[in-house]
């Protein structure tokens, strides 16, 4: 199945901008959809923003609409998350995940590939 390796986390203030990658290995994107999770203390894993397999196709939650942007670079073999406008809100582990098919997909059960995590940390 391959695994992922998501990079970029950090700390920023809020109001800044942190751009994650989600790298490849063993793992053609080209073939499949993709997402992005977080992961806060105490909370349960929750749907950030998924592409289709060729990244045409785009799909956001309502917390993030409008301030992150995923995108994908299948001859790299990369997914990416672009976060503006970020709040103390969006602090936590941010997962990048892959399935097994061509859609878009919100619900943590239907991706089968996930990476080990990067932490976002927004002060305010």
């Known amino acids: 199945q391959g695994q992922l390796v998501e990079s970029g986390g950090g700390m920023v203030q809020a109001g800044g901008s942190l751009r994650l990658s989600c790298a490849a290995s063993?793992?053609?994107?080209?073939?499949?959809?993709e997402g992005w999770f977080r992961q806060a203390p105490g909370k349960e894993r929750e749907f950030v923003a998924a592409?289709?397999?060729?990244?045409?196709?785009?799909k956001y939650s309502d917390y993030v609409k409008g301030r992150f942007t995923i995108s994908k670079d299948n001859a790299r073999n990369t997914v990416f998350l672009q976060m503006n406008s970020l709040s103390p809100e969006d602090t936590a582990v941010y997962y990048c995940?892959?399935?097994?098919?061509?859609?878009?997909?919100?619900?943590?059960?239907?991706?089968?590939?996930w990476g080990q995590g990067t932490q976002v940390t927004v002060s305010s």
């Open positions: 592409v289709n397999w060729s990244g045409a196709i785009t």
């Open positions: 995940a892959s399935t097994l098919g061509f859609d878009v997909e919100e619900v943590v059960t239907q991706y089968h590939v």
């Open positions: 063993g793992r053609a994107f080209g073939g499949y959809a």
